[in-house]
């Protein structure tokens, strides 16, 4: 019987078939070895019994590597494809570290997940000179077992990352056509082999074009991000609000998207969802929307608009769904359909316009305006629990916020 090709080994009474991970699994006797952390444990129990006998057949490392990379493809944002590009790798050749760099005119820069050392090592520019400089200049995969000795290693990051790195190997990165970085695995216990480098090269081969456009898209969308946000901010301004409120408002909103559990997906366009949830404001004459003191039931009438405004805004766009238009529409109605413009009710209401609604309140009760204080978060807690309990907002989003809150997260 032959184990799937994320399955690097197993032990059985103390016999080593294939080789260990750090993903263990221990079903019945049998510890099995792992390239991921969220292995199926269904299928390992159906694979235990043909380990007992040692009958389960390990695949051969070079037989891996292209199942990995195929698998790879899938996986959408940056972070996700980085991370399991790190994990795999290290898993396959017994490391302690990965990390991907990217040549950046007259040096490389990394790329970095979550955690760890992101935050610290990114705005370090690594010379041409360092050991990931010579392996992008001279274009070939290379083993660096002694690093005591060696000039070229550039301490800076080990500094920087509180990081000891003991040996390094090192392959280019290419699209087919584009030499664009360096991929680097550190520590192994005993040095790496050249059969080691020798599937490095072959993984780095295979994850090149999907890498490369994974990270131009990325780019391309943090660009547009950008775009929008000075939009925004500019309508967030002359709303008398802090410029920061659309942003605000999107990142909160993405943090209670995460706690309800939203695919990665979806939390893309919940941001651009709130972010944008405003943007009818534009529509909203000045004599209106600066008004100094009370506005009259017809102005105030008037507001309302935005709402509508903004859907149609990003009804407009041809790659904006359902959802983002909902929340923008949506994130002045109230559960008890006493909100506007249409006065929906519970279940009427779409979960966007739910988070963004809670979002929007909690920011613009804690930020600090021209005409009024700050308040606590602990005030515009209760004042949101107690909107809840009045069956205006969404229970369970104010519970998630409550839940941050109490994280520390906002
Ligand atoms: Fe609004």
Not at 95 to 101: F, G, T, V, Y
Not at 158 to 176: H, Y
Not at 241 to 263: C, F, Q
Not at 265 to 280: I, K
Request: proline share 2%; charged share 30%.
């Amino acid at each position: 019987m032959r184990a799937p090709y994320w399955v690097l080994g197993y032990e059985v009474n103390g016999k080593l078939f294939g080789k260990r991970s750090n993903d263990v699994f221990e079903i019945d006797g049998v510890r099995f070895y792992t390239i991921f952390e969220d292995a199926d444990t269904k299928v390992l129990s159906h694979l235990k019994d043909a380990a007992k006998f040692g009958e389960l057949e390990i695949m051969d490392p070079n037989e891996i590597i292209p199942f990995i990379a195929a698998q790879l493809n899938s996986s959408i944002s940056l972070l996700t494809l980085l991370k399991r590009i790190q994990h795999s790798i290290c898993s396959i050749l017994s490391a302690e570290a990965a990390s991907i760099l990217v040549h950046a005119g007259d040096h490389l820069e990394f790329l970095v997940t979550e955690g760890g050392a992101s935050g610290k090592i990114e705005s370090i520019p690594v010379p041409m000179e360092s050991i990931a400089g010579t392996i992008f200049l001279e274009d070939r995969t290379m083993i660096f077992n002694d690093l005591m000795k060696d000039k070229r290693h550039f301490k800076g990051v080990d500094k920087a990352a509180k990081f000891v790195t003991r040996n390094i190997l090192g392959s280019p990165i290419w699209t087919g056509e584009r030499k664009f970085g360096v991929i680097e695995v550190l520590n192994k216990e005993g040095g790496f082999t050249e059969e080691d480098a020798k599937l490095l090269e072959k993984f780095a081969r295979l994850i090149g074009r999907k890498l490369y456009s994974t990270i131009t898209g990325d780019r391309m969308k943090k660009l547009i991000k950008e775009i929008v946000l000075a939009i925004t901010s500019t309508i967030d301004k002359r709303d008398k609000y802090t410029h920061e409120h659309s942003r605000n408002v999107a990142r909160i909103s993405v943090m209670l998207g995460r706690k309800l559990r939203l695919s990665e997906r979806e939390l893309e366009d919940l941001e651009v969802s709130a972010m944008l949830h405003d943007v009818g404001k534009i529509g909203i004459p000045d004599s209106i929307l600066l008004k100094p003191g009370k506005l009259t039931p017809e102005e105030f009438e008037y507001i309302k608009n935005h709402t509508v405004f903004g859907a149609e805004i990003l009804s407009k766009l041809k790659h904006a769904t359902d959802n983002m238009i909902s929340g923008a529409l949506e994130h002045h109605e109230k559960l008890d359909g006493s909100g506007y413009p249409y006065g929906k009710k519970n279940g009427e209401i779409s979960l966007f316009g739910r988070i963004v609604a809670v979002a929007d309140i909690y920011d613009a009760l804690t930020a600090k305006r021209v005409y009024k204080k700050e308040w606590t978060k602990e005030k515009v807690l209760n004042v949101l629990k107690e909107e809840a309990e009045k069956g205006k907002l969404d229970r369970k989003v104010v519970e998630k916020l409550e839940e941050l809150v109490k994280e520390g997260a906002l």
